[in-house]
């Protein structure tokens, strides 16, 4: 079965460290892959997504993530994070032609001022 | 992005009351709309896959007569959770997918369901 796991469940930072955050998925085969992120009391919304080409994806906000495939990864990373970037990420991966996403169990992030 | 619109957003029932969630694509047509399952501290577990003008598909431990899923249109989704307890109480989000965008969903506020 294809699960997800993110290593980190609680991360906190000061503002302009550097943020990785890991992924990593079960499955042999093609898989598209996704971040999306939940701030306080808003909707998740999609941060990046892979679906294939350049392994290195760039999304909104100054986030990026880079998909390796013989490691199964897909981590996230921001060179100088914001308070404002506190929220949760998840993880998501859609894999084998498959109709679903399946999430990891998501990295709570609290960035200080 | 594309909206969707989940209502109500809190609803406190007793146990054995019957609960429905709607979930709405606002401004696009969603053949393919997702419930999904949030315990505090967890992840979203998939709970059903639900697909416009036919019998939604449920993931496996789902109990469909328990959680009845209607989506009778290519922007309205409806999960009704019957005879509910209060081990059913948790946080449901609903998600659609676009036709133009494979895999990408876009979610709902979620729906926070307490059961007394």
């Known amino acids: 079965a294809q699960s997800v796991s993110q290593h980190n469940h609680h991360v906190i930072l000061s503002e302009a460290a550097s943020l990785e955050l890991g992924c990593n998925y079960s499955?042999?085969?093609?898989?598209?892959l996704f971040w999306y992120v939940q701030y306080p009391g808003q909707h998740l919304q999609l941060l990046l997504k892979?679906?294939?080409?350049?392994?290195l994806v760039k999304g909104i906000k100054g986030f990026e993530a880079e998909f390796i495939k013989s490691k199964f990864s897909f981590n996230l990373r921001k060179p100088s994070v914001q308070w404002s970037d506190t929220a949760e990420y998840f993880c998501?991966?859609?894999?084998?032609?498959?109709?679903?996403?399946?999430f990891g169990a998501g990295t709570r992030l609290a960035v200080h001022p | 992005g594309a909206v969707v619109s989940q209502h109500p957003s809190r609803v406190i029932c007793k146990s054995g009351t019957s609960v429905k969630i709607e979930c709405r694509s606002l401004?696009?047509?969603?053949?393919?709309m997702f419930w999904y399952r949030q315990f505090p501290k967890q992840s979203l577990m998939l709970m059903a896959t639900?697909?416009?003008?036919?019998?939604?598909?449920?993931e496996q431990g789902v109990e469909k007569d328990k959680f009845l899923i209607n989506h009778a249109s290519l922007t309205l989704s409806t999960l009704t959770v019957t005879s509910a307890h209060p081990e059913d109480s948790s946080f449901y989000i609903c998600?659609?997918?676009?036709?133009?965008?494979?895999?990408?969903?876009?979610f709902g506020e979620g729906s926070r369901l307490t059961v007394l």
């Open positions: 998501a991966v859609n894999a084998g032609g498959y109709n679903k996403l399946i």
């Open positions: 998600s659609a997918r676009t036709q133009r965008e494979v895999g990408e969903l876009f």
């Open positions: 892979y679906f294939s080409g350049d392994p």
């Open positions: 401004d696009f047509q969603a053949t393919t």
């Open positions: 639900s697909n416009e003008g036919s019998k939604a598909t449920y």
């Open positions: 499955y042999g085969g093609t898989v598209n």
